[in-house]
């Protein structure tokens, strides 16, 4: 059964740092791995899918890679924002359904 | 924003009482799905539907059942709820299964609290 972990559970910075989530998985056999952000109150917006056969994915100051051997991912934000605050989850695939990790609470002050 | 609205969007019931919660969707996918989201286990996915009438079980679905009449709806039942359910149960779409390239849309989830 595929487990999902991340760490740190919760995060605060100042506002401008860089900061890397961290996501690991016991099973390799994977479709895709994703990484979903969640508001309060609110449902799951995905921010970046990776294929099973990429390393890493970038969409504006988000950038997440892939290590299947490892059995790793990590999500890096650039110059973070206030408005980054949030829970970030990443989910792994494999063929109908997904397997989510219990998030990472990022909390980014001003 | 993909066009997913769950309803109710609160509500608070008693042990016992039967339970239907809706999915309705406006983007034509064919997978359907439904997860609860619980303190200390993340979302967990209940059951899921491939298309009209064709479902299958997730990783904690006792107690629940689901029906898809129409490609848009897809309902959750709990026969006679009790405190366990007590969640927040998100539905989610997509157009592929998971092991596609494609990302699952959600729903702003569903509140139920189960006295």
């Known amino acids: 059964k595929q487990e999902v972990t991340q760490i740190p559970a919760a995060l605060s910075v100042p506002e401008g740092e860089n900061l890397v989530l961290n996501c690991s998985f016991t099973?390799?056999?994977?479709?895709?791995l994703q990484w979903f952000r969640q508001d309060p109150g609110k449902g799951l917006t995905s921010l970046l899918l990776i294929q099973s056969s990429q390393r890493e994915q970038t969409s504006g100051r988000l950038n997440a890679s892939l290590d299947k051997s490892s059995g790793r991912s990590t999500l890096y934000i650039a110059a973070s924002q206030p408005g980054d605050s949030a829970t970030y989850l990443c989910?792994?695939?494999?063929?109908?359904?997904?397997?989510f990790g219990k998030g990472t609470m990022l909390l980014v002050s001003p | 924003d993909a066009g997913i609205t769950q309803s109710p969007r609160h509500k608070v019931t008693e042990t016992g009482t039967p339970v239907t919660l809706r999915c309705h969707q406006t983007e034509n996918h064919r997978y359907m799905y439904w997860y609860r989201q619980d303190p200390g286990h993340g979302l967990r996915l209940i059951h899921y539907s491939y298309g009209v009438k064709d479902t299958d079980k997730g990783e904690v679905s006792d107690g629940y059942s689901v029906s898809r009449s129409k490609t848009e709806d897809f309902l959750l039942t709990l026969e006679s709820a009790t405190s366990s359910q007590t969640s927040v149960y998100f539905c989610?779409?997509?157009?592929?299964?998971?092991?596609?390239?494609?990302?699952?849309?959600f729903g702003d989830g569903t509140r139920l609290s189960i006295l």
């Open positions: 989910a792994l695939s494999g063929y109908s359904t997904l397997t």
């Open positions: 099973d390799s056999a994977i479709y895709n």
């Open positions: 989610a779409i997509s157009e592929y299964l998971a092991d596609s390239n494609q990302p699952q849309h």
